[in-house]
């Protein structure tokens, strides 16, 4: 049982480069994000997906895109990098109770470290 | 004002210390209430969730106060494998996309 997976691990990007972050979860659980964590700031929302073929923005959503075509793999593509998002990148996925949005506990991939020059 | 907010530290304690985090939160409608554990550039774990009677895990314990909106985390007997930054996370509402992650607590146990 792998968990969540993520790749690559580590990534050099030049600005203005495109380049999709590998996601995928064996657990069947429904809800699956990604995050960005950056020193001082916590992880924030990137988006978000609560099944497949269903996603949505979260706080920091410019210049990233995302698609849920399986319950499995939720990647996200960076449309044009810039130094700014230089980060770490965490996906993560969780359960879901039987009403809406529980919130359950999240399990997280290793982490994609990104740097963009 | 940020949503969630915790003291970054570090906190550096000796073994066998204890040791306290506090964490505060501004909406009063938030309704869940977590600490994370994260390990040097690792990914976060889930630690403890932490209910309104406060409730404890072996050398961990996790209180909730609502009227001062504010969740602490103790440890006691600290190990050196304790070393780690604690997240404090809270849900404003029933409603995924609600999940704020505050900045961490970095802690050092020294030998």
């Known amino acids: 049982n792998a968990g969540v997976t993520q790749t690559p691990k580590f990534q050099v990007l030049k600005t203005g480069q495109s380049m999709t972050l590998q996601c995928a979860q064996d657990m069947n659980h429904e809800y699956m994000s990604w995050y960005r964590q950056d020193p001082g700031m916590g992880l924030r929302l990137i988006h978000y997906?609560?099944?497949?073929?269903?996603?949505d923005q979260g706080e920091v959503p410019n210049g990233y895109n995302v698609s849920r075509s399986t319950t499995e793999d939720f990647p996200l593509r960076l449309l044009s990098a810039a130094p700014s998002q230089t980060s770490v990148y965490f996906c993560a996925s969780s359960t879901t109770g039987r009403t809406a949005y529980s919130a359950d506990t999240q399990y997280f991939g290793p982490g994609t470290r990104l740097t963009v020059l | 004002r940020k949503e969630v907010e915790q003291d970054p530290g570090p906190f550096n304690v000796p073994e066998g210390a204890t040791v306290a985090f506090n964490c505060t939160y501004s909406n009063s409608a938030s309704q869940s209430f977590f600490w994370y554990r994260q390990d040097c550039r690792k990914e976060p774990k889930l630690l403890m969730s932490v209910y309104s009677s406060g409730n404890e895990d072996g050398r961990f314990t996790a209180q909730l106060n609502r009227a001062s909106q504010y969740i602490s985390l103790l440890i006691r007997d600290s190990k050196l494998s304790d070393s780690a930054t604690y997240l404090c996370v809270v849900n404003k509402q029933t409603s995924y996309d609600k999940v704020i992650f505050g900045p961490g607590t970095s802690l050092s146990v020294i030998p």
């Open positions: 997906s609560v099944g497949a073929g269903i996603t």
